[in-house]
């Protein structure tokens, strides 16, 4: 593999996952320029041929890698197996405990045979009572409390995003760099690593769990929540778009009542404090919707943009494609799907030295690299010295 320049250039990550939470944490560390070879069954990852809104599941999180196929019903496909794991760093699966154990690739017989490897298990749940569930984003949404907070108790919603897979995934990658980190500075010995989706989710709600901890007292889902400030709202503009606006400093209310005439308030001796101005939310904010209501979006935007003030517009995900910001150089990444069309997507949301990550990533065609590691794993045996002294 060529020398990259990126910070993980040189390690190689054996990946066996499928769907989205192992997936995302080896795209992430392709692109910050890690070798990640994707073991397939010779079916395919069955996220290849999914449709719906599940089309952009395997382009969009397995850019940048390199497929090899294996049937690991073969033993000796398992023992070509156990040759690239000699050669790797990372080992990353998503599968049910006790699945990779039948093909000898359990994390006891991992540790046993190559004491060098990271292991990183995506899994549903982290070690106790549900251990053997398997579990979904919705799952473990519902189970943490996040629909809830996000819809209602009656009407729970998810988020609309694979926000927890995702996010499963950066913890993957973040631990994993924490255990290359350790095996440098160390003997060389690798580490058994386990995520889990549940708890990656109770860890976003932890805000909610403190706050009853903390009060004893229930906090209200985001539609039913008290507002922390006067103006954090929706408001409807001169030509029928909407826009959200956020007045949540002292000088932001100043510069707001100042700039949109609404110096009444300033006048109002009962809008002295921000607890003042929360509790006359029901008279401020019918006056600063008739204000919104007289402008235009982009004229409103502009005066909001030059105050300071958090605002944004109502959008949708296609419309981020004609975002000035998205646009930026950087912003948005060309990368080329199996059958060789270019698709757009979001840059790896970090700048190293200045420069973006991920353009022209490929994602690969089934099995299109087997040959190519067949061929080096049988021209140059191996030893277990990843990390220690560099690739045999």
Request: proline share 6%; hydrophobic share 40%.
């Amino acid at each position: 593999m060529a020398e990259s320049g990126l910070p993980l250039d040189g390690v190689r990550v054996v990946e066996m996952t499928h769907m989205v939470m192992g997936p995302t944490c080896g795209m992430i560390l392709a692109q910050l320029g890690a070798e990640v070879i994707k073991v397939e069954p010779p079916t395919g990852d069955k996220t290849r041929s999914l449709g719906g809104m599940g089309i952009s599941f395997f382009p969009l999180f397995n850019r940048g890698k390199r497929s090899v196929v294996l049937d690991l019903a073969k033993p000796e496909d398992r023992e070509t197996m156990h040759r690239l794991l000699a050669t790797a760093d990372v080992f990353l699966e998503n599968f049910r405990d006790g699945q990779l154990e039948k093909q000898g690739l359990g994390a006891d017989e991992l540790r046993r045979r190559h004491p060098h490897l990271i292991i990183a298990g995506h899994k549903g749940f982290l070690s106790g009572p549900y251990e053997h569930r398997p579990a979904l984003d919705e799952v473990v949404q519902m189970l943490s409390g996040l629909a809830t907070m996000t819809g209602t108790k009656e009407k729970p919603q998810r988020v609309g995003s694979s926000a927890n897979d995702i996010m499963g995934g950066m913890f993957g990658a973040i631990s994993i760099l924490a255990a290359l980190y350790q095996k440098r500075a160390g003997a060389g010995q690798g580490a058994n690593i386990r995520i889990g989706l549940f708890e990656n989710c109770l860890f976003l709600v932890a805000q909610h769990m403190v706050q009853y901890e903390m009060t004893g007292v229930k906090p209200p889902s985001m539609p039913e929540r008290e507002h922390a400030w006067p103006i954090y709202d929706i408001f409807e503009t001169a030509g029928g778009e909407r826009i959200f606006i956020g007045v949540v400093t002292e000088g932001h209310w100043q510069s707001f009542c100042r700039e949109f005439g609404l110096c009444e308030f300033l006048d109002d001796p009962a809008l002295r404090t921000t607890t003042d101005r929360i509790l006359a939310r029901a008279r401020i904010l019918p006056r600063v919707a008739d204000v919104v209501k007289q402008w235009n979006a982009a004229e409103l935007s502009a005066k909001l943009d030059a105050l300071n003030i958090c605002f944004s517009p109502i959008n949708r995900p296609e419309d981020l494609f004609d975002d000035l910001h998205v646009l930026r150089p950087g912003g948005l990444v060309k990368n080329v799907d199996v059958e060789g069309k270019p698709f757009r997507a979001p840059a790896l949301p970090v700048e190293w030295n200045g420069a973006h990550l991920g353009e022209g990533l490929l994602v690969p065609a089934l099995g299109a690299d087997t040959a190519a590691l067949r061929a080096e794993l049988d021209s140059a045996p191996v030893t277990n010295n990843k990390l220690a002294g560099g690739r045999a």
